[in-house]
């Protein structure tokens, strides 16, 4: 409803008021100094007319008693001199005794007027009356010119009524230039306030001076700056906002919504809302959804793919805001980037049934042959082999789920602080190889720890042995009988001002590995050799790399098929000054990029 | 004979002509009707261009003749010993050599009757159909080598054992495989572990037209 008030009525309302206040008090004014005048006039008036009344009375009376005519006209003559007078009448009782009027007395009726204004016709009639004892014996008329009186009133009503006028168009005048440049300053608010809300930041506020538009200036600014501050945090948002008017235009259109829309979608500012629409569509993965021709159709579903040209996964959230006036609404589209979060619940379940499909091959073994065991009777090599069965099955079975819960322990590194003193490797790696070479199978060992360097790291013990043992009976395991296996140290110089490097390379001819294998090696359960002739739970190696690169180090796998197999297991060398090592801090971990998040990750 | 990791379905190109030989002598020699020669070339594991059968260079003629000769063998000593003729002819096809064993065991129990033979994949499973016509088989799913999705699709192609009941033991759950892969009607589907009273159930379930088939062709 404000619309349609005109614009600027402000100063025209103030205006009227001033006028009409104006004119009224003019007009009070006016009718009162008019009133103040002729009574003043009239009193002045009144005392002439008294003073002449003795005048008369001592006069003229005793000559119209013993009328004496001669006495009469001279006292009348004497009268009618007077300036104002122009006409005297003398009666004895009623009849006329005499009658003089000055020249430019008009001829005019006599009238008895009681106020001055009243005399219209210039001319102010009074009359004396002679009494003796209470009977009248004659009167005496008198006419004064008032001319002078009128012309002095008239010209007093004329000033003020100029003067009456003049004000109040002064008044107006002032008034408006006055409340012109409050609407002004006020109006640069309102522009200033609109722009901003289209999104121009360059804005114009009247701020100069101490008055109240100004401090309200001020405010504005304030506020201003604070909404600024806000679309700077949406702004850096990753994620996707878009903001749309009441009238379907899009009024904010984050940077990030941009990056995703791509190079389909330049400028959306200000677009029409069928322009998103349109973008957003046109990097939808139409694959997967057919038919999804609108947004809204999109709001349905509760995540959508996109492809950008990368494979993102979305997630539109969408929140009406009504107008102060509840008439119109506005809206806000809200666009999450759940690839992440997607992709990596899809790993965790992948991992589960992975494990899960691992973990009940052996078990298929234990509850068959148990069952068997329990129903039937079988001589005793038959009942010993079976036997013997389900023990190395659960054995296998109870080795998957350690290594299992190492992993996700060192994943959730619920397994707290590395327990880690600065050494060199060697002693580990010393019994490391006294155990494996103290195993079943034989094989050739080459170790040399004389012939190599030692420089000083931090490491925990434990751990780095678990891992040095897994990539030594691997080496072992594929391996043929009397097969060889060396270990031995490289070292790398430092690139690019970080640490020098330290490898502990473990080299085996066994049956190795082929590059699809190889591709493949590190993940989770991957056995390249599934027949079962191999014992294993294919989590060896993956621990191995959880455990070196908690040491901030790294593994490097090489092989040739038939020739076999080499494992660097690369480690960070201390610094010489260091009393603690920075690994303290568990270092920020970062999956590698196919295996799947460990269970408890949130522990 | 080891076969694992070693099906790599043969072409033309692959073969090196000494290798080739006469369809009819081949034939004879392994002993396999030329059914059995259809389906293997189906399959992919020996070629067959005109009047010259091509096999793999991971296996000889030689090996194939001793396998072959072998299942026979231990079949009709089975015969022998038992002394009655095979209720049914069971093949087991699976990686996992203790679940082999298991098999075994478990269907010498169920009826005594029954002859089981185990292989460990897909090419050898093949290569014993030639021998002995089983009438059950037995197979898991994700095997080196031959996989058993190849292999019960080369028998449905080739029809070959048509009447022959299958019966699919796998660790992977029944949705994955229902996307993966769309079974025939007659194809049964078990999960591991394996339930073995429901295998034996499965198992005694349309027997009666084979059984009376058999007896015929006897």
Not at chain 1, 33 to 42: D, F
Not at chain 1, 294 to 323: G, N, W, Y
Not at chain 1, 472 to 494: I, P, R
Not at chain 2, 9 to 17: A, F, M, Q, S
Request: aromatic share 8%; hydrophobic share 40%; proline share 3%.
């Amino acid at each position: 409803m404000d619309k349609h008030r005109a614009k600027g009525s402000f100063r025209f309302k103030t205006m009227g008021l001033t006028f009409l206040l104006f004119m009224a008090f003019m007009l009070v004014l006016y009718s009162s100094s008019q009133k103040i005048l002729s009574n003043s006039l009239s009193k002045q008036f009144l005392v002439q007319t008294e003073a002449l009344t003795e005048l008369i009375q001592s006069t003229l009376k005793p000559y119209v008693l013993s009328e004496n005519l001669k006495a009469i006209h001279k006292a009348a003559s004497s009268i009618l001199a007077m300036e104002q007078i122009d006409n005297v009448q003398v009666y004895s009782y009623d009849t006329p005794l005499i009658e003089l009027h000055s020249p430019r007395y008009p001829e005019r009726q006599f009238g008895t007027d009681t106020d001055l204004l009243e005399a219209e016709d210039g001319y102010f009639d009074v009359v004396y009356r002679f009494d003796i004892e209470g009977m009248e014996i004659g009167k005496v008329l008198l006419s004064f010119s008032i001319d002078e009186e009128r012309a002095l009133l008239v010209d007093a009503n004329r000033k003020l009524a100029l003067a009456a006028v003049g004000m109040t168009f002064i008044a107006m005048l002032v008034t408006w230039i006055l409340t012109g440049r409050i609407t002004h300053r006020i109006q640069l608010l309102e522009h200033a306030s609109n722009r901003f809300a289209a999104g121009f930041s360059d804005v114009e506020l009247p701020v100069e001076g101490n008055d109240e538009i100004a401090s309200t200036g001020r405010a504005f600014e304030n506020m201003m700056w604070q909404l600024q501050e806000k679309y700077e945090a949406l702004n850096l948002s990753p994620d996707g906002i878009l903001l749309l008017s009441s009238n379907k235009r899009i009024a904010y259109i984050n940077p990030a919504l941009l990056n995703i829309l791509g190079h389909s979608a330049e400028n959306l500012h200000g677009k029409a809302f069928s322009e998103f629409e349109k973008a957003l569509m046109s990097i939808l993965d139409k694959r997967v959804h057919q038919g999804v021709k609108t947004v809204d159709a999109l709001m349905k579903l509760r995540d959508f793919r996109v492809h950008t040209p990368e494979f993102k996964v979305l997630r539109c959230i969408h929140k009406q805001v009504d107008s102060p006036d509840g008439e119109s609404f506005s809206e806000v589209f809200y666009l999450r980037d759940i690839t992440h979060e997607s992709e990596i619940d899809r790993m965790k379940s992948e991992f589960l049934t992975t494990a899960a499909h691992e973990l009940r091959t052996p078990l298929a073994s234990v509850m068959g042959f148990s069952e068997l065991l329990m129903m039937n009777k079988y001589d005793q090599e038959k009942v010993r082999f079976m036997a013997e069965t389900i023990n190395r099955q659960s054995q296998n079975l109870k080795q998957m789920l350690d290594d299992l819960l190492d992993i996700a322990r060192i994943e959730a590194r619920s397994d707290g602080m590395l327990n880690l003193k600065k050494d060199t490797v060697r002693q580990v790696v010393d019994e490391c190889c006294e155990l494996i070479a103290a195993s079943d199978k034989q094989c050739q060992l080459v170790y040399l720890p004389d012939e190599a360097d030692w420089p000083l790291l931090w490491f925990d013990e434990n751990k780095f042995k678990q891992a040095l043992m897994n990539i030594l009976s691997n080496a072992y395991k594929y391996s043929q009988d009397e097969g060889l296996v060396v270990v031995d140290t490289v070292l790398q110089e430092a690139q690019d001002g970080e640490s020098d490097w330290f490898g502990l390379r473990i080299t085996d001819h066994g049956i190795g590995m082929t590059e699809d294998q190889l591709a493949h090696v590190g993940e989770k359960f991957y056995r390249a050799d599934n027949t079962g002739s191999i014992p294993g739970t294919g989590l060896g190696i993956a621990l191995a790399t959880e455990i070196i690169l908690l040491h901030n180090g790294h593994l490097d796998i090489t092989s040739q098929p038939g020739e076999g197999t080499q494992v660097i297991l690369w480690l960070p060398v201390a610094d010489t000054d260091q009393k603690t090592s920075s690994l303290t801090e568990i270092p920020e971990h970062t999956f590698p990029a196919d295996s799947p998040v460990s269970i408890n990750s949130n522990s | 004979m080891n076969t694992e990791k070693k099906y790599t379905r043969l072409r033309e190109t692959d073969i090196h002509p000494a290798d080739l030989r006469d369809r009819q002598l081949f034939m004879q020699q392994v002993g396999i009707c030329a059914e059995t020669l259809a389906l293997w070339h189906r399959s992919g594991m020996i070629c067959v261009v005109d009047n010259a059968v091509g096999i793999s260079h991971h296996w000889s003629i030689t090996e194939l003749q001793i396998m072959v000769t072998k299942i026979r063998h231990d079949y009709r000593e089975w015969l022998r010993h038992r002394n009655r003729l095979a209720h049914r002819k069971i093949l087991v096809v699976e990686d996992d050599a203790d679940l082999r064993h298991l098999y075994e065991f478990q269907i010498q129990e169920m009826r005594e009757d029954d002859w089981v033979h185990c292989v460990s994949d897909g090419a050898e499973a093949l290569f014993s159909m030639g021998a002995v016509k089983p009438d059950i088989i037995i197979c898991d799913l994700k095997m080196p080598g031959m996989d058993g999705f190849h292999m019960l699709d080369v028998l449905a192609d080739t029809g070959y054992l048509r009447d022959c009941k299958k019966i699919i033991i796998t660790g992977m759950q029944r949705q994955v495989l229902d996307k993966r892969f769309t079974l025939p009607d007659s194809v049964s589907v078990l999960t591991k572990p394996v339930d073995f009273d429901a295998l034996h159930a499965t198992i005694n379930t349309a027997m009666a037209p084979n059984l009376l088939q058999r007896e015929k062709a006897i």
